[in-house]
């Protein structure tokens, strides 16, 4: 059984960048056509996709954050890391790992409050 865990810290200071890591567990995320995206829900709002890095490595952003938004991974540890730049209070969200494929797989989600 595929499991995602998101990992991070749940307090980011204005300006910094956000960086959140998806372990997951129970299979590969170079198995094929598969996509691991990070999706967000701000307080109150809907869920928004933020971008996926592919089975192959191979990686795309959602336009709107594209600026700011850097998807990586690391296939030795089975991970996938979100690093969001120059945070500010509107990216206070509940974060989620997803993967995408012929059978989907979400990770419980974390909060992430950007305060100073």
């Known amino acids: 059984q595929v499991q995602l865990q998101e990992s991070g810290p749940g307090l980011v200071k204005p300006s910094q960048t956000l960086s959140l890591t998806c372990t997951v567990s129970?299979?590969?995320?170079?198995?094929?056509?598969?996509?691991w995206s990070w999706i967000r829900q701000p307080p109150g709002k809907g869920l928004e996709w933020i971008g996926y890095?592919?089975?192959?490595?191979?990686?795309n952003y959602s336009p709107s954050l594209k600026s700011r938004t850097s998807i990586s991974r690391d296939t030795s540890k089975n991970q996938f890391t979100l690093q969001l730049s120059s945070v500010t209070p509107e990216d206070t969200a509940v974060y989620y790992c997803?993967?995408?494929?012929?059978?989907?797989?979400w990770g419980q989600g974390t909060q992430v409050t950007v305060s100073s």
């Open positions: 997803w993967g995408a494929g012929p059978y989907d797989y």
């Open positions: 129970g299979g590969s995320i170079t198995t094929n056509y598969y996509y």
């Open positions: 890095i592919a089975y192959s490595g191979s990686t």
